[in-house]
């Protein structure tokens, strides 16, 4: 690892109102030396000027959000997922994020219509689009994160709620071209998680925090809070990603619609004190 100061990383979604050049400039007010970035607000930034943004400040760039969405199985999802890896290689982010998709025909905060209900079916469907697209990443220098999220978001977002289903599928490719994010919102509950996370090892490409909320709010999407606000013990995480071996940033990424809301420079300073008490600590 080179020689850095904290490890932490704003991710660009935990100060939502900024742009990515508000994003950019508030990390280097607040001496954030990495950032993680959307695609669609990157659209806006437009890619150029993002690519330019970040290195003008000296910023790391720790992944890029998001790719995926596999389990349809269309020629559309593929092509879409090469535009993110290149753009990810354009933006220097070692890793792409993927968040794999729910049940075809399942579409987020839409009523239930036609669904297709087989769930073995939309895992091997990404197993199959990773096949494609994993080669792809590796030869632009990305690897594909693969993302497991806790198991209320199976039907709509994600069929891989567990970090051992994720490994399952990553292990089938070489270590450079896919990984799995390790993210304690999704995987705080999960009793085998730090026998998994010894198990990830090198394959862990990101480690993003934030605590889980209870009571949860209405849309169960925005029930992330800020470290210490929620019921997750960040430290045992921590220090089981560690001893894996990771020693990259770490990228606190929070939906809630109050942190949203709130001044984002305030978000950040109480982000970075929050960080620095449970997560970095320990």
């Known amino acids: 690892m080179t020689p850095r100061g904290s490890r932490l990383s704003l991710n660009q979604w935990t100060t ?14 607040h001496g954030v030396e990495a950032i993680g970035l959307w695609r669609q607000d990157v659209a806006v930034q437009g890619l150029d ?8 400040a000296g910023l790391r760039v720790s992944s890029l959000c998001r790719g ?16 993110a890896i290149d753009e990810a290689a354009a933006l220097g982010a070692p890793c792409l994020v993927m968040v794999v998709g729910g049940l075809p025909g399942v579409v987020p905060a839409e009523p239930l219509g ?13 197993a199959e689009a990773l096949a494609v697209l994993a080669p792809y990443a590796g030869e632009r220098g990305v690897r594909l994160a693969l993302e497991p999220l806790h198991p209320m978001y199976c039907a709509d977002r994600a069929v ?15 270590v450079e071209q896919v990984g799995v994010v390790v993210d ?8 085998q998680v730090l026998e998994q996370i010894t198990r990830a090892g090198e394959r862990i490409a990101s480690y993003q925090v934030c605590d889980f909320l209870h009571p949860l709010p209405q849309d169960v999407l925005l029930g992330r809070g800020v470290m210490g606000d929620g019921v997750i013990d960040f430290a045992p995480l921590t220090a089981a990603v560690a001893a894996a071996g990771y020693t990259g940033d770490i990228e606190v990424e929070i939906f809630n619609a109050d942190v949203w809301a709130a001044d984002p420079d305030e978000v950040l300073a109480r982000v970075k004190a929050r960080f620095g008490e449970l997560v970095e600590s320990a």
């Open 68 to 83: 995926g969405f596999l389990t349809s199985g269309d020629t559309a999802a593929l092509d879409d997922n090469r535009r």
């Open 114 to 126: 036609a669904v297709d209900r087989d769930l073995a079916g939309a895992r091997e469907r990404v």
């Open 49 to 56: 000027e993002t690519v330019k943004l970040v290195a003008d």
């Open 184 to 191: 304690t919102f999704h995987v705080w509950w999960d009793p």
């Open 16 to 29: 939502r109102r900024w742009s990515v050049a508000e994003a950019v400039d508030g990390c280097v007010r």
């Open 160 to 174: 891989l709620s567990t970090l051992g289903q994720a490994l399952d599928l990553a292990e089938r490719h070489p």
